[in-house]
């Protein structure tokens, strides 16, 4: 797994690289050289670990912020010697928040939950056929499956939409509900793609859909649920 440590204290940085042996680490001292990395060269990580206090320009939520713009599934983890950006990291959807000196064990914890979603999402695929054509998308491309009438329509984060002939009761039992979320009669949603939801409205890569009142409930719950990574999903 690739990880990058962005930290302006060089020791606290080795100190958690210390700890993954493992993995292949690269320590950034400033938030310039980690971004020139992805937005110049367009190197990305499975995880990315950030001081809160990293410099004087741009703190940790901020770079988060300019990460999610080249990588929206990036996974982020803050590390802080205090809790005071606690909201803040799960506003940018932190998948966790480490408080310093970073300790072995929770790192680890870390590292196989990171592990575990990257084998879950090169496992699961959402397969369909169309006018003869065989087609299988990661469900990690999808952001959301719409329904008119006997037309399915598969909207993809490359801007992309498949269609297939079905209906949205049929895809719903078949793709994971852990990921995907009915939240209208015509809607099926991968909540981890999920930006906002207010009032009874979601929006998924500035896509907007409604919510309908049967469906609220749950997807609110499941919402928060991701927000605040209580699910090993």
Known sequence: MRIAICDDCFK????????????EVKIYTDTRTLLEDIEEDNIQYDLYLLDIYIDFNMNGI?????????????TICFVSVSEEFY?????????????????KEPLEQLIEKVQKNIAKQKEQRFSF??????????????LYISSRGHNIFIYCIDGTVKECIGKLNDIASQVSETIFRRCHQSFLV??????????????????????SRRYYVEVKNWYYEILFDKSDV
């Not at 901020?62 to 990036?74: K, P, S, T």
């Not at 979601?202 to 919510?211: R, S």
Request: charged content about 25%.
């Open 190 to 211: 991968n909540m981890y793609h999920v930006d906002h939801l207010k009032g009874k409205e979601l929006t998924v890569a500035g896509h907007k859909i409604p919510v």
């Open 12 to 23: 606290d940085a080795c100190s958690m690289q210390a700890f993954l042996t493992e993995q």
């Open 87 to 103: 909201r803040e990291a799960y506003d940018v959807y932190a998948m966790q928040y480490l408080v310093k000196p970073v300790q």
């Open 129 to 142: 056929k169309y006018r003869g054509w065989v087609g299988s998308i990661p469900y990690r491309n999808i």
């Open 62 to 74: 901020g770079l988060a912020e300019r990460i999610r713009v080249n990588d929206d599934e990036a």
